[in-house]
């Protein structure tokens, strides 16, 4: 057997190395080198993303033993399984992946190891025209776990410690590390729309005009903010600077308070950001038009409610209005269905047949 049994203890327990090493030494010619290759490869049916860290060494010299220890820094990262190249399955006996040999305990403390011993096996043999794949660590990120994952080398315990040993000398040396490697990780998108909402409104309207947007995540929850700037805007049902979660759709209320505005047109921007999402912040474009009072307003009857258009809302409206003594709107004639100059029982029966009996349309405005 050869001698370098004597490091078993770099393996098995927490014992004191076999001899000193200083960092980044190698008597053995050109110096070994370890580094990472990593690759992201997004899976958007399950709102993951499947990275894959592939461990190269350089190596001009027989190798009887080698450990490095890793370590990364997101949870949201997990490891699924790693696998030795054919070169290493050839070269050592003995090989650990995972802390504690154990994929759970790897992925509770976010560390694991390469570490191969060779007893019988001829071991790593040299080979100076390039880098060669030892092993291939594979792992699961989820899309809102944060924009990247950070690997970098980590002596964790005395099974992790940085060293390859010699074949034939039994001389420990400690490979170049070039040093972290920041692997960028797939965000999801925010989606907003429309990208613009027009709202119709007139001067000393006693009641609030709305218009409406979505905000969407397809990808995953996302948790968003939503800022705009004038006074005359309010957001429901989530106020502004206000958290909130949004998965596969929201729908969100734009109200408009028009009490003291006006004639004319006025606009502002609803901005909204997550800092789980790829593409924030989006902006929403609302634009306000106060109509002239003197005039009546008549610009679509039937549209009671100042939507912009008709539909079931202007019929609750009208409903409420005739019955149940609640407000008749800003512009009475679109609530003359029938232009006759009179807003009754009539109007609510015309609307409803239009809408729903493909009745006679809202008489034209003047």
Known sequence: MRRVIRCLPLFFAAAGRCSPVSAQSDPFGVMD??????????????NQSRVRFDLWVYSDERLAASVVGFRWDNPAVQMDSAIASPLIQDSYDVLFFYEGDSLAHTNLNLRFLFAGLAFYSPGVLPDASGRRLWASYYFTAGWTGGPQVVFDTLTFSA????????????EDLSPFWPG??????????LAV?????????SPGCPIPVTGAFAVCAPHGPLTCTMTKRRSWLKLHPYPEDTPFAVDSACTITVWIVPRYLAPGFYYDTITVSSSQAANSPEEVVVQ??????????CYLRGDADL?????????TMLVGCLFLGGPCGCCPSHCDIDGNGQVNALDV?????????????????D
């Not at 080198?33 to 399950?46: C, K, L």
């Not at 099974?159 to 039994?170: A, C, K, M, Q, R």
């Not at 306000?288 to 307003?297: F, P, Q, T, V």
Request: hydrophobic share 40%.
């Open 307 to 315: 939507s912009g258009d008709v539909a079931i809302g202007d019929v």
């Open 288 to 297: 306000l038009e106060m109509l002239d009072k003197s005039s009546d307003c």
């Open 193 to 201: 729309w429309p990208a613009e909402v027009g709202v119709t409104a």
């Open 33 to 46: 080198t370890v580094a990472i290759v990593a690759s992201v490869e997004p899976i958007p049916e399950t």
């Open 349 to 365: 029966t015309g609307l409803i047949q239009y809408m729903f009996r493909h009745g006679r349309p809202p008489a034209p405005c």
């Open 180 to 189: 972290p490697a920041v692997v960028p990780l797939p965000l999801p998108d």
């Open 159 to 170: 099974g992790s410690e940085y060293v390859f040993i010699e074949y034939d000398t039994n």
